[in-house]
């Protein structure tokens, strides 16, 4: 669930359940993965949803630990989460090769249950049985009265209000269930707040305050004062005292006039106002009445309830150097002056109004027992693709130190011709895991072509260790 929780009603008995373990990937350090597209909390626990599983800390980002398939989750990517009190709901997802489409389609891999704060989990497989099984990805949660809401595009609009043993399929209008032909039944988006269910689809925002009985919908030009598109990719409720502001990242659908932005209610949804036009927005966070939206433009906040924004700068650990290399800010938690943003290239926390940044990172320590001394990630490498800031693609070379030393790193091609130099006599500190990054160009500003290329690390007092990184444009 995207930036709003609540707690949940729902008992079950676990059977068949899994014991919360060994972290699942030995030898990472930190995260699970470094997309971050979900941060929730509840009871001093803050819960990450990544690319490769889930994470949490208990700790306040001292240490991580990481779930997956082997404690009781599906397989994949985390498409949606939902914590409230000891209760976590995952929904994962994964993807797979279609040969009628020309490609790989994504489908949901199932959701798991747990209502001891993660220690033990019951994994359900993707509902509705029966269903396409490709475009049927659960993207929200939430949670009403008793009752588990999901959104599941293919799937549509689904509830259980027996623990997610059985489901059904909610319309939010009168006619039958058409995901094909009927873009209100292709469910995003959805939020509980103060007894009302708000569902965002591909054809506008649906309210209910019967728990989905019945439906009032709000699309772009319906009102006088509407939303500014269609599809709906993200909802939550900002309390302020007794009342409620709602908000969703409204994108264009397929009216010629309708464009990206945010639309908020302050009147439950009778009049919207739209704010950061052309943007694309995928998560809300507040604290109190600071608000804070995670877009593909970066991380925005606005201390007068979105009438004017404030865009935060690239973000650097202050202590390591370390820059996550993207704009696109997917997720964001807000509490007591404190920030977490989650991105496509890491996790980030600032205490102090982003003048300081620490940078978390899933990656592979090279110190592991039979792990080599340095290697290339992502690797196959696109500059022009991959770990985008600024235009420029980044490929980070990854290796430890034994003590304090100096590195160089130099990229050399099939031939062992010097392409450029990286860093050199780059003095480190201590014993610890370091990595460079090179952006795929050679000592003339130029790209280099397609191939595979070595680099070297020497490291003084120590050795010099290769590696290779493939290059793909």
């Not at 409720?237 to 908020?264: C, H, M, R």
């Not at 003048?355 to 899933?362: I, N, S």
């Amino acid at each position: 669930m995207r930036g709003f929780t609540l707690l949940i009603l729902v008992t079950m008995s676990v059977t068949s359940a899994y014991e919360l373990g060994n972290p699942m990937n030995q030898g990472i350090s930190g995260l699970a993965g470094n997309g971050i597209t979900d941060i929730l909390a509840s009871r001093g626990t803050l819960w990450f949803g990544t690319g490769y599983g889930l994470s949490f800390t208990a700790d306040d980002g001292l240490s991580f630990t990481s779930l997956g398939a082997s404690h009781g989750l599906g397989r994949g990517s985390v498409s949606a989460l939902y914590v409230g009190g000891d209760t976590v709901i995952v929904a994962t997802a994964s993807d797979t090769l279609i040969e009628s489409s020309g490609g790989e389609l994504i489908y949901g891999s199932g959701l798991s249950l747990s209502l001891d704060g993660g220690l033990t989990w019951e994994y359900q497989s993707q509902p509705p049985p029966g269903f396409t099984p490709v475009q049927n990805v659960t993207y929200d949660i939430a949670v009403l009265e008793g009752t588990v809401w999901i959104v599941s595009f293919g799937g549509g609009l689904l509830k259980s209000e027996d623990g997610l043993r059985t489901w059904e399929v909610v319309t939010p209008d009168t006619l039958i269930f058409d995901p094909g032909g009927n873009l209100n039944h292709r469910a995003f988006a959805c939020c509980a707040v103060d007894g009302v269910l708000w569902v965002g689809t591909a054809g506008g925002i649906n309210k209910s305050t019967d728990n989905g009985a019945t439906w009032t919908n709000f699309s772009y030009n319906s009102q006088e004062y509407s939303i500014s598109g269609n599809f709906i990719v993200a909802m939550a409720g900002q309390p302020l005292g007794e009342e409620q502001i709602i908000w969703a990242a409204t994108w264009k659908a397929e009216g010629e006039d309708e464009f990206y932005a945010v639309s908020k209610s302050a009147n439950n949804g009778a009049t919207w106002e739209t704010v950061l036009h052309d943007q694309k927005a995928h998560n809300f966070a507040f604290d109190d009445s600071v608000v804070y939206v995670a877009a593909d433009a970066g991380l925005y906040k606005s201390v007068d309830l979105g009438r004017t924004w404030y865009l935060f700068p690239p973000i650097r650990d202050s202590v390591t150097g370390d820059v996550v290399y993207t704009t696109e800010a997917y997720s964001v938690y807000a509490r007591d002056g404190v920030v977490w943003v989650g991105t496509a290239d890491g996790l980030a926390r600032t205490r102090d109004n982003g003048y300081t940044w620490e940078v978390f990172r899933a990656f592979r320590s090279t110190a592991a027992k039979g792990s080599p001394r340095t290697y290339a990630y992502p690797n196959p490498f696109s500059p022009t693709r991959h770990n985008l800031l600024n235009g420029e693609g980044h490929v980070r070379l990854q290796y430890n130190t034994l003590n304090s030393t100096r590195v160089t790193i130099r990229i050399y091609d099939f031939a062992m011709d010097l392409v450029t130099t990286v860093v050199e006599n780059h003095p480190r500190p201590g014993k610890g895991d370091y990595s460079e990054v090179w952006e795929g160009r050679n000592d003339y500003g130029d790209y280099v072509a397609n191939g595979v290329y070595f680099y070297s690390v020497e490291l003084e007092g120590d050795g010099t260790y290769w590696g290779k990184v493939m290059i793909v444009n």
